[in-house]
């Protein structure tokens, strides 16, 4: 399996621009996590899907973040307006729950390092 | 709620000492307790967790943490460090009960440095 992918690697954009980040989780895990690191803050919690279902969005930090799973193979984290910061990395990660499972670990892409000048 | 706690930012030791990185958690209830690592411009990288039954677990890479429910501790260990472990390791906790909608999210620790230093 290739693993959770993210893409963009980087991208560096403009102050008011739209941003989309995506992501593919690993086949046949159902939860889906989105979430920010940076130094000052750490590793944050954006938002949480189970079944494409969003479970958990307390972490989204505002109205201009929002995020959609629309099949089990692909999901988006869009910001926009984008501000100077929003700059940090965004991980995607995924994991099988249910079944008695809800403790198994979360697999992370190799993240998206986001610029906003 | 729950919390996890890293107290220390950065951990230095000599390559062939023994390693600990210490964790404390708090939960309502009973834990999961995981520990990942993040090596520079990657993803967190699962190492181990601890569900149930024997306190001391093994992982990948020759760690093992051990679960200490009276301290409600979780540190991490291994018996010889390598200067190839130099990275940032995160603690993790999710309480066994979940809430109405059968959910309960992880929550992760600010992380710890651990330099090897050859």
């Known amino acids: 399996d290739a693993g959770v992918i993210q893409s963009p690697r980087h991208e560096v954009t403009e102050m008011g621009q739209e941003v989309t980040l995506r992501c593919k989780p690993i086949?046949?895990?159902?939860?889906l996590f989105w979430y920010r690191q940076t130094m000052m803050r750490g590793l944050e919690l954006l938002i949480y899907f189970n079944n494409n279902v969003p479970i958990d969005d307390s972490g989204m930090p505002e109205d201009r973040f929002s995020a959609k799973m629309p099949n089990a193979s692909f999901s988006t984290l869009k910001i926009q307006p984008s501000e100077p910061r929003d700059s940090a990395v965004y991980f995607c990660a995924s994991s099988y729950s249910g079944g008695g499972f809800s403790y198994n670990e979360q697999f992370f892409g190799p993240g998206t390092r986001l610029t906003v000048l | 709620a729950q919390s996890v706690a890293q107290p220390e930012d950065q951990v230095n030791v000599a390559e062939g000492n023994p390693l600990t990185v210490k964790c404390t958690y708090s939960?309502?209830?009973?834990?999961?307790l995981f520990w990942y690592v993040q090596y520079p411009n990657r993803g967190l990288q699962f190492l181990l967790k601890?569900?149930?039954?024997?306190?001391l677990v093994k992982g990948s890479y020759g760690f093992e943490a051990e679960f200490n429910k009276s301290q409600t501790s979780f540190h991490l260990k291994k018996p010889s460090a390598l200067v190839s472990d130099s990275a940032l390791y995160f603690c993790?906790?999710?309480?066994?009960?979940?809430?109405?909608?059968?959910?309960?999210?992880?929550?992760f620790g600010t992380g710890t440095k651990l330099q090897v230093i050859p």
């Open positions: 601890y569900i149930t039954g024997d306190n």
């Open positions: 086949s046949g895990h159902n939860s």
């Open positions: 939960v309502s209830g009973n834990p999961y």
């Open positions: 993790a906790v999710r309480d066994r009960r979940t809430n109405s909608g059968g959910y309960q999210k992880v929550t």
